[in-house]
C-alpha cells in the first residue's frame, strides 16, 4: 500500500528532475550496523550511484483517525501516515537550488498527501544524521572527510499519509507468496 505510492512519488521526483541518475524508495537503517542500505547493498553513503535520492521511512506506520472514511463511531477505514525522509546528493551543484526544486516536486505531487516538517542543507549535519546508529566511529569520519563540498546533499523530512478503506470481510485475499 504505502511502499507503491512511495515508488510513485520516486518516479515522480526522477521525471521532474531528470539530473539524478537513480532514486531509492525500500531502504532502510539496519539495526545491527546503522547503515543505509536497501536489503542488498549499502546506499549512504556511497559514491558508486552519481546523482542520486532515496526516501527512508521509520519502521512503524502510525494510524490516523482524522480519515474522511470516518463517520462517528462508524468506522469505514483508517489513514495510514508516515514519517519520510528524502536525501539527495547532486555532484557539483547547489543546495539551495536542489531543496527548492525536491520542497517543489514534492509539494506539487497529487497522488498523496503531504505535510513539510524539517530540511536541511547541511552536509556534515545530514551525514551524522543518517549514520548515527553506526558504531564504528571511523565509518562516520571517513565520511565527514570524503564529501565534496561543491557537492549538494539535502535533507527533507515530510510526512504522507493515505487512506485505507476497509474491505468487506468476504473479500480479504491469501497475504501468502507463491512458493
Not at 542543507?121 to 564529501?147: H, W
Request: hydrophobic share 40%; proline share 4%; aromatic share 10%.
Amino acid at each position: 500500500m504505502l511502499k507503491q505510492k512511495l515508488a510513485d512519488l520516486r518516479d515522480n521526483i526522477l521525471l521532474y528532475n531528470p539530473y539524478f541518475n537513480k532514486g531509492f524508495t525500500d531502504v532502510i537503517m539496519d539495526d545491527e550496523t546503522g547503515i543505509i542500505n536497501d536489503g542488498r547493498e549499502r546506499i549512504f553513503p556511497n559514491d558508486i550511484f552519481g546523482n542520486y535520492f532515496y526516501l527512508r521511512m521509520p519502521q512503524k506506520m502510525q494510524f490516523d483517525y482524522t480519515n474522511p472514511n470516518n463517520m462517528g463511531d462508524n468506522w469505514l477505514g483508517v489513514g495510514i501516515a508516515n514519517r519520510i525522509i528524502l536525501i539527495a546528493l547532486v555532484k557539483n551543484a547547489s543546495p539551495d537550488k536542489l531543496m527548492e526544486n525536491l520542497i517543489t516536486t514534492i509539494g506539487r505531487y497529487q497522488e498523496i498527501n503531504t505535510k513539510m516538517l524539517t530540511a536541511t542543507y547541511q552536509a556534515d549535519t545530514i551525514i551524522i544524521q543518517e549514520l548515527s546508529g553506526v558504531k564504528d566511529r571511523s565509518v562516520i569520519e571517513k565520511a565527514l572527510q570524503n564529501f565534496d563540498i561543491n557537492d549538494a546533499l539535502v535533507s527533507i523530512e515530510f510526512t504522507v499519509s493515505i487512506s485505507f478503506p476497509f474491505q468487506q470481510l468476504k473479500c480479504l485475499q491469501n497475504p501468502c507468496k507463491i512458493c
